[in-house]
Nanobody
Framework: QVQLVESGGGLVQAGGSLRLSCAAS????????MGWFRQAPGKEREFVAT????????YYADSVKGRFTISRDNAKNTVTLQMTSLKPEDTAAYYC?????????????????WGQGTQVTVSS
């Protein structure tokens, strides 16, 4: 069973930046795609970004494209989400997740392991 631990959330003003990190346990990290999702109060969890097992392929939600960058370091078992030009509507709990496939996917059902989440709050 993989364990995922997110860090890096916090309070930031609109237009600012934050960097989220996710540390994964286990030896199979490099065999699976990873993703970031977010959930705002009263809303369903939504896809943010995903990266393939090798890191060569990425895919983003339209709402964050051009502002967020996902990356991974397979030697360190970490995946990172660099967030820039943050908006109040980016406020949510952000979750790191491991997919059950090596290729990029935005489907919630393709992710079987989840972290506990880290809160991001963007003030206007």
């Amino acid at each position: 069973q993989v364990q995922l631990v997110e860090s890096g959330g916090g309070l930031v003003q609109a237009g600012g930046s934050l960097r989220l990190s996710c540390a994964a346990s286990g030896r199979t990290f490099s065999s699976y795609a990873m993703g970031w999702f977010r959930q705002a109060p009263g809303k369903e969890r939504e896809f943010v970004a995903t990266i393939s097992d090798s890191g060569r392929s990425t895919y983003y939600a339209d709402s964050v494209k051009g502002r967020f960058t996902i990356s991974r370091d397979n030697a360190k078992n970490t995946v990172t989400l660099q967030m820039t030009s943050l908006k109040p509507e980016d406020t949510a709990a952000y979750y790191c997740a491991r997919a059950n496939t090596p290729v990029v996917t935005a489907e919630l059902s393709d992710f079987g392991s989840w972290g506990q989440g880290t809160q991001v709050t963007v003030s206007s």
